[in-house]
């Protein structure tokens, strides 16, 4: 399966956005999704993650609340909304397919996942 992340952008902190990740090449009903993000000098880390079905949803403690994974299985595509942004979520957003749903655990593993998309890039200005 082939990844596509969009909707990266510059924007102001309190702001939001909304990040897709198109799949192709294989439904991506047949995978569970995350996203992940990594900003400059830190290692790439778990952001959210959301179950074949879209049923289980797991977060990092920091978007709990203030962003929303989601997924559109008829359209090959996973979203994070991301609401009431601050400057500390700059990075690179990276959307990931995992061939198999998982424990809370393992879905925030970057190394549970098989397949990666390109990132996006989100700016959160002060």
């Known amino acids: 399966v082939q990844l596509q992340a969009s909707g990266g952008g510059l924007v102001q902190a309190g702001g939001s956005l909304r990040l897709s990740c198109a799949a192709s090449?294989?439904?991506?009903?047949?995978?569970?999704m995350g996203w992940f993000r990594q900003a400059p000098g830190k290692e790439r880390e778990f952001v959210a993650a959301?179950?074949?079905?879209?049923?289980?949803?797991y977060y990092v403690d920091d978007a709990k609340g203030r962003f929303t994974i989601s997924r559109d299985n008829a359209k090959n595509t996973v979203y994070l909304q991301m609401n009431s942004l601050k400057p500390e979520d700059t990075a690179v957003y990276y959307c990931?397919?995992?061939?198999?749903?998982?424990?809370?655990?393992?879905?925030?593993?970057?190394?549970?996942?098989?397949?990666w998309g390109q990132g996006t890039l989100v700016t959160v200005s002060s």
């Open positions: 090449g294989r439904s991506s009903a047949s995978y569970a």
């Open positions: 959301i179950s074949r079905s879209g049923g289980t949803t």
């Open positions: 990931a397919a995992n061939r198999y749903d998982s424990t809370s655990t393992y879905m925030r593993l970057r190394t549970r996942y098989d397949y």
